[in-house]
């Protein structure tokens, strides 16, 4: 069974806020966005359950946030960025820019 991703005019606005509004998410986001070329599910330290990870890539995949793609035995996850620009030219950045980790 193929995996889901909407096509670039299913983005809707709503649905990327949405996803990208819970912190675990964002934070995934953020880690996507400094790897160009992806990276696998695998590779990002999650602090929580396997099925709650599972759940947030789905939601980041489904809202059109990233694409999934198998690389051998791996599935590799990016950011539909290009789409996501396309669609709503600036919001990943200003989302990203205006939630930065602060220095302490």
């Known amino acids: 069974m193929a995996t889901y991703h909407p096509v670039r005019e299913q983005l809707l606005v709503e649905d990327v806020l949405a996803a990208l509004g819970n912190p675990v998410r964002l934070g995934i986001v953020r880690e996507l966005a400094t790897s160009p070329d992806g990276r696998t599910c695998g590779s990002l330290p999650l602090e929580v359950t396997k099925a709650t990870a599972t759940h947030h890539w ?12 198998r690389t051998g035995r791996y599935k590799a996850v990016s950011l539909r960025r290009a789409d996501l620009e396309h669609r709503f030219p600036g919001l990943l950045d200003a989302v990203l820019a205006a939630s930065a980790p602060t220095a302490n």
């Open 58 to 69: 789905r939601v980041l995949r489904e809202s059109g946030v990233t694409q999934e793609h």
